[in-house]
């Protein structure tokens, strides 16, 4: 199972890819991967609270 914090890193990864993406394209698909990392994160975080 991944690590949360791992999983917020890579959200900000890739938020920091959309904010220097060119194309409108990319920064949609860096913002859609973003908020899918940020999902993720918060549910490892519920899973492991458990």
Known sequence: MAN???LRNRA???EKRA???KDAIS???YREMTAHYR???VEH???MRC
């Open 12 to 14: 900000a990864m890739f």
């Open 19 to 21: 904010d220097e993406a």
């Open 39 to 41: 999902t993720l994160a």
């Open 4 to 6: 949360p914090e791992d």
């Open 45 to 47: 975080s519920e899973i």
């Open 27 to 29: 920064r949609m698909h």
